[in-house]
């Protein structure tokens, strides 16, 4: 089946050590988002690409940054995660169009030790 | 700039009750997308429902409606026969013409068995 596939599912990193999560999908999908999610709260974009034009929400830290080496993959690299990092971080794609809204990863919980 | 209220933060209801999850959304925009997404403990956020507004008629998923109003800018889901597995936090969202979505603060529903 056709999906957008997040790893690792849970990810744990130290105060101030980089880290790197993953992005797939096997749905051909031109736009691809990254999220952050803190508890029971709706989602917070970071960054977009539309193909390969990346757009960076004005209020997303600098200590985060992505990058689409191709149509398929996406990786969003936290540098120096600080404890207010931890959430769970979403990977979404769409076609572009507006009929289909979003297909989602399962995400990946990140924690900061 | 588009956006989108949910001013329920926490709604329950009875199983194979009918529970009604309010939205409302404020746009300049003529044709656009809304859309339902529900997203259990732990788990993938999915798309539940879809209505253009364009399209007179109410969106209709099996057990899951909505009551579009377009002049009054509401956009409620109707869960019929409710189940365990509905357990959720719902969150509507507005698709707009950036290829993004606005999304509300989301209803966590509560399933009674």
């Known amino acids: 089946d056709a999906m957008v596939i997040q790893n690792p599912r849970y990810q744990v990193t130290q105060f101030g050590k980089p880290v790197t999560l993953s992005c797939s999908q096997t749905l051909n999908h031109n736009v691809m988002y990254w999220y952050q999610q803190k508890s029971s709260q709706a989602p917070k974009l970071l960054f977009h690409?539309?193909?390969?034009?990346?757009?960076n929400e004005a209020d997303t830290p600098d200590n985060f940054q992505s990058r689409r080496p191709n149509t398929s993959f996406c990786f969003l690299d936290i540098r120096s995660p600080g404890l207010g990092d931890a959430a769970m971080y979403l990977c979404?794609?769409?076609?572009?169009?507006?009929?289909?809204?979003?297909?989602f990863g399962s995400g990946t919980r990140l924690t900061v030790v | 700039a588009q956006t989108v209220t949910q001013s329920q933060p926490e709604m329950s209801v009875q199983e194979a009750e009918t529970v009604t999850l309010s939205c409302t959304y404020d746009?300049?925009?003529?044709?656009?997308?809304l859309f339902w997404y529900k997203q259990p403990p732990s788990r993938q956020m999915i798309l539940v429902i879809r209505q253009e507004a364009y399209k007179q008629q109410n969106a209709t998923e099996n057990r899951f409606s909505v009551n579009f109003q377009k002049a009054a800018k509401s956009f409620s889901l109707k869960i019929s026969d409710s189940q365990l597995g509905d357990a959720a936090m719902y969150f509507c969202a507005y698709y707009d013409s950036n290829y993004q979505l606005i999304w509300g603060a989301g209803t966590k529903l509560i399933i009674k068995p």
């Open positions: 746009t300049s925009e003529s044709d656009y997308y």
């Open positions: 979404a794609t769409s076609e572009g169009g507006r009929s289909y809204g979003y297909t």
């Open positions: 690409y539309y193909d390969k034009d990346f757009n």
